[in-house]
């Protein structure tokens, strides 16, 4: 069945995707109303438990707010646009958009299908574990490949469940690797992994572009203390052209708060072959 048999499939109202995130402003809202409630209840009531909804009802409306300014992005699709386009332009500077194309903890598959209907000639691969919690905000595999066949790129654009700490691919056998906003989002000790992984799985002179948040917090999960270390790390890995772009440096603003991640574009370009390293 060819993608336009798919679409038809789909015709009424499955015409829009999904791109998930709808779940963090339900959640502001929430800390927000919470806030506001608790704060409402502190006036009515006196004494200690005034106090408690004093306390309670700031730290939640100061949350919600720090949040919607901070985070909020990720549910603005004006915001998401920006990031995207130039995720796109960035993408066309470094590859020449033939071969195989991997992008690790796809989610709804948003970054592999924009690829996709980018570049004509790409085959992609999504591979996520879906994992329970980000299933809440309907991050599924059937959500990824409904989203594919609305986009009209089912024909190149796959979904499988595998981890990006374990990919189930052979050395060499992508020409790009990318990754949005999931590294940070992958629970482990040393997330230099999943560059090696990326890498390992890269052919020689293919390029990998990481896109996420990069501050200080971030930075510890890799072992290292800055960007500059990180950038050193990546590159013994086997890789050049190492460098880091941030959205403010490439121009997508996304609010002053939002800056305080430090998020942007991580890339490189695989050199040397690179053997599967031990498991750690
Ligand atoms: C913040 S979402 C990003 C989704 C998508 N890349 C995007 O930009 O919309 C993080 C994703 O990482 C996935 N994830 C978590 N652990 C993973 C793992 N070990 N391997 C692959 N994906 C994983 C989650 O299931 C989730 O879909």
Redesign the pocket.
Known sequence: MNDNDNRGKLKKNLEKPY???SIMRYFTVALIVGGIVSIALAIIFTAWVSILCWVLGVILLSSGVFLHLSMGL?NNPEK?ELVKDKFSDLLGNVWDGNGKVL??????????IEIAKQFPEAQVV??????K???L?G?TKAGAEKNAIIEGVSGRCTFQT?????LPFEDGEFQLVV??????????PDRTVLFEEAIRVLASGGVFVI??PFSGSFLKAYKVKNMPELLEKVQQIGVEDVKFVSFKEAGVNLGRLANIWEMGYLSGRKVKSYGRREKR
């Open positions: 791109y998930g995130y990720v998401i992008d690790m903890g796809t989610g709804l598959g948003r970054v592999a999504g591979v996520d574990t879906w994992t919690g980000w299933k905000s991050m595998d981890s990006a700490l374990d990754s949005s906003f999931a590294f940070h989002a992958i629970k482990i896109c996420g």
